[in-house]
Structure formats: C-alpha cells, structure tokens
C-alpha cells in the first residue's frame, strides 16, 4: 500500500535552515507528483510548492518562492522540503502528499513533521 | 495575492444536509480550477474527499458530493452523521500554483 514516511520532528534556532524527508513506499516514486504544505497551530492549511518526481521540475507558492527548495533522490524514493531563514511564524506541521492525477491532490498523505522555531 | 475564501463556521443537525462554499478571489471558479475538498480532524493529516469538482475518491461515503454553485465550489453532506464534524478545506489551482481556502469548522449538533 501506498506509505509517504516523513522524518521527525525537529528545533530550529531563527534564522537556520530546515530539511524534511518525505520517504514514499508501494509505488513507482517518479509515478506521483509530491506536493508540500503546512499548518502553524491552529491555523489553515498553507500550500507551499511541488515537485514533478519524474523530472525534477518544481513550483512554489509565491509566499515562499524565495525560501523553499524541494529536491527529490530517485534512488531512495525520498523528497525533501528545505525551508531557510526560519521564524517563530514557521513553527508548524510540514506535509507530504501525492498526486498522481491532472488536478487530483492529496491521494495520500505523510504523517506530519512538527518544526519548531524558538530561540 | 489570491485569497480562497470559506464560511468559518456552520452547524448542522444529525441527518441534516449542509453545503460548504469556496470562492476565488479572481472571479467565478471553474472546472480549470480543479476544486478539491480535504476532510480533518483534530490531531490527524487532512484526508482527501472530492476533487475535479464532482469526483469522489473511492473510500468517500456517498453521502458527500461536490459542485459548482453560484460561481463557487461547493461541498455537499446531505444525511450528515456525527463523525462529520471536522474541518473542511478546499484547494484550487491557479495555474501551477495551488491555494487552500480558510477552512469550515463544521459542528454537527
């Protein structure tokens, strides 16, 4: 069955860098698109970007763009979300999730990774 | 900026029906939106119900449907059951970009 396994949960100082795998099992990985997204505490969903597994080709969401990096290592069927220069506001739940079809997202979902900003 | 916007809140009687909305702050959504609806509930990853509008996924109970109603998406629960109360959240598509309205708390009482 399809998995989507995302690393644990991570501190971070403000002003560093955050990376979080996302390791995907009982599928073609280059098959599902991964897209990212995150929600602060108690708050809504926020999209962040995605990846076209199959050539790398990426897209952001505006909010963003000058601050996430999503990278994929075909080998281990594992992408990455990279988030730099961290704030108190970037504290939150980072999601994986797949899309597999044209305008279909979300099939399936990893699990959460809690970041938490704080000096 | 694009802003996809939700009723924050509604509240539903056992067995009622209900219609959630999402609209775009660019006009009338249409099927090149690509309207998905996402159910969550507390402490839980968000699961996906709808998408392409009308499209149910095949573990979503057919008492939740989806349309396009008054320029906006809309999520239908008709026969709605106390394990429906959750958050609900739409996403459309804005051309390689994806945005998620503010969500609907929905109570069922």
């Known amino acids: 069955q399809v998995q989507l396994v995302q690393s644990g949960a991570d501190v971070k100082k403000p002003g560093a860098s955050v990376r979080v795998s996302c390791k995907a099992s009982?599928?073609?990985?280059?098959?599902?698109?991964i897209h990212w997204m995150r929600q602060a505490p108690g708050q809504r969903l926020e999209w962040m970007g995605w990846?076209?597994?199959?050539?790398?080709?990426?897209q952001y969401s505006q909010k963003f763009q000058d601050r996430v990096t999503i990278t994929r290592d075909t080998s281990a069927s594992t992408a990455y979300m990279e988030l730099s220069s961290l704030t108190s506001e970037d504290t939150a739940v980072y999601y994986c999730?797949?899309?597999?079809?044209?305008?279909?997202?979300?099939?399936?979902w990893g699990q959460g990774t809690l970041v938490t900003v704080s000096s | 900026q694009t802003v996809v916007t939700q009723e924050p809140s509604l509240t539903v009687s056992p067995g009622g029906t209900i219609t959630l909305t999402c609209a775009s702050s660019?006009?009338?959504?249409?099927?090149?939106?690509?309207p998905n609806w996402f159910q969550q509930k507390p402490g839980q990853a968000p699961r996906a119900l709808i998408y392409d509008i009308t499209t149910r996924h095949s573990w979503t109970p057919a008492r939740f449907s989806g349309s396009l109603l008054g320029g906006k998406a809309a999520l239908t629960l008709s026969g709605v059951q106390p394990e429906d109360e959750a958050e609900y959240y739409c996403l459309l598509y804005y051309g390689g970009a994806w945005v998620f309205g503010g969500g609907t708390k929905l109570t069922v009482l």
């Open positions: 999730a797949t899309q597999e079809v044209y305008g279909r997202v979300g099939d399936y």
């Open positions: 009982g599928y073609t990985f280059t098959s599902h698109n």
């Open positions: 660019t006009g009338a959504v249409t099927s090149g939106y690509y």
């Open positions: 990846m076209h597994t199959g050539n790398g080709d990426t």
